[in-house]
């Protein structure tokens, strides 16, 4: 079972947040998830479960539940979606500068 988790501490590691769902059962994976620029922690992440029933109890008892400092959110992760953009013309395109000047420095 793939578990998402989200409103991490921002100091919290791949490390403890297994440790925490490990009193539940066998954690297969568990992994904080950072800024590709930074390498900081984005406050959310992903714990897979290898039994279902220890997942779903997980889920129960740690949904806000205080770690750390925070209440964290833990639900079943959605699986992820393919993007409708694949990538291109993120923040507003090419080849928009400019403009003609119309109006500038007439008098």
Known sequence: ?????SNLNL??????L???FAAY?????????????????????????ADDNAGQKAI?????AAFEGKT???????P????????YNRGGGYNRGGGGGY????Y
């Open 11 to 16: 100091s919290t590691g791949s490390e403890s």
């Open 25 to 49: 059962g066998e954690v297969t994976s568990a992994r904080v998830i950072t800024d590709r620029e930074t390498g900081r922690s984005r406050g959310f992440g992903f714990v897979e479960m």
């Open 60 to 64: 129960n008892e740690l949904d806000n």
């Open 1 to 5: 079972m793939n578990i998402y988790v």
């Open 103 to 106: 109006g500038r420095n007439r």
């Open 72 to 78: 964290i959110s833990v639900s079943i992760a959605r």
């Open 18 to 20: 297994q440790e925490l």
């Open 80 to 87: 992820k979606t393919e993007r409708n953009d694949g990538g």
